[in-house]
């Protein structure tokens, strides 16, 4: 158990709603990251952070944006949501074992629907 | 386009019975590894492969890494209704300096009592 913990947990909102996620960690990992997860798509990359106030954006970044101002807290913003934003979104962090090891481990996730 | 392409993307047989996922892609990777996804959860890691050719066995699932470090597989023998669930597969890459994982779109299995 790498201490993460993701709120909340499940979300019902409208469209053009701003929405935030948070990630919360407890154990000073440099890396976060916040995937969406989609049938048929796997988990895809949203953004990441490589340490505070330092993130990225990854290969579906449109229309959310990132916070890190704390090591242990990592946000994730939809600026106006739409329902081609309802999915399952997973916050994760990453251990370096050696040469070619990220691991990752991974919240349990938050269920957001879009109407 | 995915960069580790997964498959059956769907499977479903009866207890008992041995299958075998798929991992592939046309990179090479420094490692590949297995997650397993129980529905309400995220993913957790079950094994990291390293060496080309490696073979690695977690009681009746067993892992390979191909030669050449582009492809993976997963088997297991005498499947069992736990066993159900969904298996990404994952590689790392570094990218602009950035370390990155990205994930095959996943292999989600049902195991029939």
């Known amino acids: 158990d790498a201490g993460i913990t993701q709120s909340p947990r499940h979300k019902v909102t409208e469209t053009g709603t701003p929405v935030t996620l948070r990630c919360h960690q407890t154990?000073?990992?440099?890396?976060m990251y916040w995937y969406r997860q989609d049938p048929g798509h796997g988990l895809r990359l949203i953004h990441y952070?490589?340490?505070?106030?330092?993130?990225d954006k990854g290969e579906v970044s449109d229309g959310y944006s990132v916070s890190r101002s704390k090591t242990e807290d990592f946000l994730l913003t939809l600026e106006s949501a739409t329902s081609s934003q309802t999915s399952v979104y997973f916050c994760?962090?990453?251990?370096?074992?050696?040469?070619?090891?990220?691991?990752?481990?991974f919240g349990a996730g938050t269920r957001l629907s879009v109407l | 386009t995915q960069l580790l392409e997964q498959s059956p993307q769907f499977l479903s047989i009866q207890e008992g019975e041995n299958l075998t996922v798929y991992c592939n892609s046309s990179?090479?990777?420094?490692?590949l590894q297995w997650y397993r996804q129980e529905p309400g959860e995220g993913p957790v890691l079950l094994v990291t492969?390293?060496?080309?050719?490696e073979v690695k066995k977690l009681k009746r699932l067993t892992f390979q890494f191909g030669d050449a470090r582009k492809d993976s597989s997963l088997h297991i023998t005498a499947a069992q209704p736990g066993d159900t669930g969904l298996y990404l597969c994952?590689?790392?890459?570094?990218?602009?300096?950035?370390?990155?994982?990205?994930f095959g779109q996943g292999t989600r299995l049902t195991i029939n009592p």
């Open positions: 990179s090479v990777f420094s490692s």
């Open positions: 994760a962090i990453s251990e370096f074992r050696g040469s070619g090891k990220n691991i990752q481990y």
């Open positions: 154990e000073n990992h440099r890396y």
């Open positions: 492969v390293v060496t080309g050719g």
């Open positions: 994952a590689g790392p890459l570094i990218i602009q300096g950035a370390q990155k994982l990205v």
């Open positions: 952070s490589y340490g505070v106030k330092d993130t």
